[in-house]
């Protein structure tokens, strides 16, 4: 069997101290209400999130030194919470600046993409919507 790293004297554990990771919610579909369009008003409609979250640095060794992360199933239930409400929400901008920033009040998430597409406005197109990026100032 061939030598691994850790077989070399020169072998040095990784320095994960810049190392991020990021936190991915792909595909989340829901029913809501939404949209600015006299037809949307009352009806609910299939709405299609994903959200990106680039973790602080040093994201792991923090996760294994204090139990501490970003949890994908938090992210998925402020959507789904809201969605599930009777609330109508304008704009696909509103709802992604939500997310965005539900998303960066957790001290290890430096950074949020935000996807919001309304899937069944357009027959000729998938979806339509928005993509926010957002960083945390000073990472």
């Known amino acids: 069997m061939p030598p691994t790293a850790d077989d070399r004297p020169d072998a040095v554990p990784p ?23 006299d037809f949307e008003h009352g009806v609910r409609q299939r709405v299609r999130f994903d959200v990106d979250v680039d973790t602080a640095p040093g994201y792991l060794d923090t996760v294994e030194a204090t139990g501490e992360y970003v949890s994908y ?21 509103t709802w992604a600046d939500d997310i965005a920033t539900f998303v960066l009040d957790h001290p290890l998430a430096a950074a949020v993409r935000v996807r919001v597409s309304k899937l069944d406005i357009f027959d000729a197109a998938d979806g339509v919507g928005i993509v926010l990026e957002r960083r945390r100032p000073n990472r």
């Open 15 to 37: 320095d994960r101290a810049d190392d991020t990771a990021t936190i991915v919610v792909s595909g989340l579909v829901v029913d809501a209400y939404i949209g600015v369009l």
């Open 73 to 93: 199933a938090d992210i998925v239930e402020h959507i789904q919470s809201r969605a599930s409400s009777n609330e109508h929400v304008e704009l696909v901008e």
